[in-house]
C-alpha cells in the first residue's frame, strides 16, 4: 500500500513563493495518477492540480498559471511549486495517488485511493 507524505508547508506573504513535497513509499510505476488537493478554511477539500503518468497536467483555473505539479525521475516524490501566492491560497494541501483503470484519465475527479495527512500553508496579504 502506497504512503504519501507532504512537507514544504509553512507561513508566506502574498506574492511569496512555496514548494510542496510528496514523499511515496514505493516507486509509483505504471498507469497512475498523483494529485495535489486544497481544503480551505471551513471548506471542502478540492483539487488544484494533477498529473499523469504520461506527462499530463491538469489545474484548476484558480491556480493556473501560478502553480506547477512535478514528480521527480526517481518517481517516488511529487511536487507542488507556488508562486504569486494569495491569501486565498490558504489551506491544508493533501497530496494523493491513484492507479487508473484501463481507459481511464487522470483529471481532478479521479477517485484517488491513496491519501496524505496534509500540510498547511498560510499566506497573510
Known sequence: QVQLLESGGGSVLAGGSLTLSC?????????????????APGQERVGIAALSYDGRTVYADSVKGRFTISKDNAMTTLYLQMSSLKPEDTGMYYCAAAYLRVGRSCHLGTDFTYWGQGTQVTVSS
Open 23 to 39: 514523499a511515496a513509499t514505493e516507486y509509483t510505476y505504471g498507469s497512475y495518477c498523483m494529485g495535489w488537493f486544497r481544503a
